[in-house]
């Protein structure tokens, strides 16, 4: 009955709500294990006509025994509470339903390259073809607009509007925002569209996509992940586009940039999200302190 109920759920969330296909995997992925858990239960000892509190607490300990993170089982609660929302709407489904609290956990500050290295990365990576060019602009792109794996991936030649040097980006939630590029990057990818245009030729598979395979298709957010983590190699770490996202917003922020201004550019709905890299900088000032005060 349940898994039922949680595949409408899916459907809702990606018809209704307007959800990426990445946020209804993870719903699906955090949920699919807890209706297990309870379809087992039923099964093993047919528990009372709710499910209460006990139960959940039981589930959350299984799966910390298993080594999840609180952050994981946090979101775990956040997307159950949306769930049961939606169950709650037929009555059919009230035994299913129990009291939820929130979970605290102490979230990591993110990973990020500093300003030299990110001078660095972009010393070294070549450009002698169609596909280092490629490489090369999607690097730049991630450290100069700090927009999102998927929605690189998603980019056309109609997003890009080559006058004003920006982008339109199609967020989460479907949601769009328009981020500049700046003037240092209109040349390079001016020279990228040239060569693209040369290396599509006799294709049609491209479907007007920004970035392209070798087989002239549009590319995925795994390739991305091996392109980017392959031309930052050089410098002896392990780069995600995630971490040059953080580094872009973590740059604007230490030059003096608005925190409202680098919320709107990272297309987060909330400012709490955004403040995450008011304690990078935070941490960065207490080492500078703590190394070079006398007393400190």
């Known amino acids: 009955m349940l898994r039922k109920a949680l595949a409408t759920y899916l459907s809702y969330l990606a018809e209704k709500r307007g959800l990426a296909a990445g946020s209804i995997?993870?719903?699906?992925?955090?949920l699919t294990p807890w209706i297990a858990f309870l379809e087992e239960e039923y099964r093993k000892t047919a528990p009372g006509p709710k499910v209460n509190a006990i139960l959940l607490r039981r589930f959350l300990a299984q799966r910390r025994a298993r080594s999840t993170s609180v952050r994981t089982l946090a979101g775990f609660i956040s997307a159950l509470a949306g769930f049961q929302r939606y169950l709650a709407q037929g009555k059919k489904y009230e035994k299913f339903l129990c009291r939820l609290s929130k979970l605290r956990y102490k979230e990591n500050i993110p990973d990020f390259l500093s300003q030299k290295e990110t001078e660095e990365l972009f010393s070294f990576l070549e450009k002698d073809s169609y596909r280092s060019w490629r490489d090369y602009v999607m690097v730049s792109l991630f450290y100069l607009t700090g927009i999102r794996r998927a929605e690189m991936a998603s980019l056309k030649l109609s997003d890009i509007d080559p006058d004003r040097h920006t982008l339109m980006v199609i967020g989460k939630g479907n949601k769009e925002r328009m981020v500049p590029y700046g003037e240092a990057l209109a040349g390079d990818l001016a020279h990228y569209l040239e060569l693209r245009e040369l290396f599509i030729a006799g294709r049609r598979d491209h479907r007007g996509y920004l970035f392209l395979n070798y087989h002239g298709e549009p590319l995925g957010t795994r390739s991305i992940d091996r392109i980017v983590k392959k031309y930052c190699a050089g410098l002896g770490k392990r780069v995600t586009p995630h971490m040059l996202r953080h580094s872009f917003a973590?740059?604007?922020?230490?030059?003096?940039a608005d925190i409202l201004a680098i919320m709107e550019l990272l297309g987060h709905s909330s400012l709490a999200t955004t403040q995450k890299y008011t304690h990078i900088t935070t941490e960065q000032l207490k080492a500078v302190y703590n190394k070079a005060?006398?007393?400190?």
């Open 25 to 30: 995997r993870t719903y699906k992925n955090s």
């Open 250 to 256: 973590t740059h604007m922020l230490e030059n003096g």
């Open 293 to 296: 005060h006398p007393r400190a």
